[in-house]
């Protein structure tokens, strides 16, 4: 069963109402040649072979997909159109990264993550880059949320997510990874500069994949 609800993101200046998804009968993009096709044409997102699951959620405007295995991989992007008047305000860096910052602390965590788990915190955020190759990194935790249940503990894993948030071609993106993996487990507590680096060169890897038009 599909649940409808959403929220509103103030961005540049511009109230948007954000679709979240908890839950999806079909998928609305279009999968062919090994990759995954966004219904309102904007990215392609290469997937991975083997024994995936693929949600997805879109209206007219924004929407999002995620890509899940068994072995705790999660994988997606949450996408938004912006409104005109975002390439004027693009240009002020301050404004630009405080709507970055925003897509994360204001719309991801209480709409996204809480919902899943009331305890989810964002534990590690930073800018990378500048001009047209800023981004906004940061790593959340969602307790239990993870596709890995430990049998010992009789619960899921926790999820650890790397996010990373930028804009293009009239799109704002969030990006996002699971890092706390079957292959390559981590401490969601205890993060080490190691465990950021890796999940840095991760979004940077998935961001490259992608094709936009």
Known sequence: MI????????????????????????TKGKVSDGSYHAPLGNFVL????????????????????????DMGNNEGITYVGLPANAEAVH????KRDSAYQGFVRDYALPSLF??????????HEEFLGSGLDRAFFAVAVIPEA?????????????????????????????????INTVLDPVHADSLTDKDLEAARKK?????ASIRFP
Request: include cysteine; charged fraction near 25%; hydrophobic fraction near 40%.
């Open 46 to 69: 290469p997937l991975d072979r083997g024994n995936i699951r693929i949600q997805d959620k879109n209206d007219a405007r924004s929407g999002m997909v995620s890509v899940l295995d």
């Open 146 to 178: 993870s596709s890995v249940m430990d049998p010992k503990m009789g619960k899921k894993w926790d999820s650890v997510r790397a996010l990373l948030v930028f804009d293009k071609n009239k799109f704002m993106y969030m990006l996002h990874s699971e």
């Open 203 to 207: 979004m940077q890897r998935m961001l």
């Open 114 to 123: 809480r919902p899943v788990s009331a305890q989810s915190k964002i534990v």
């Open 91 to 94: 240009n002020d860096p301050e």
């Open 3 to 26: 649940s409808r609800k959403s929220t509103k993101l103030l961005f540049f200046g511009t109230v948007i109402p954000l679709l979240f998804l908890t839950g999806c009968a079909t």
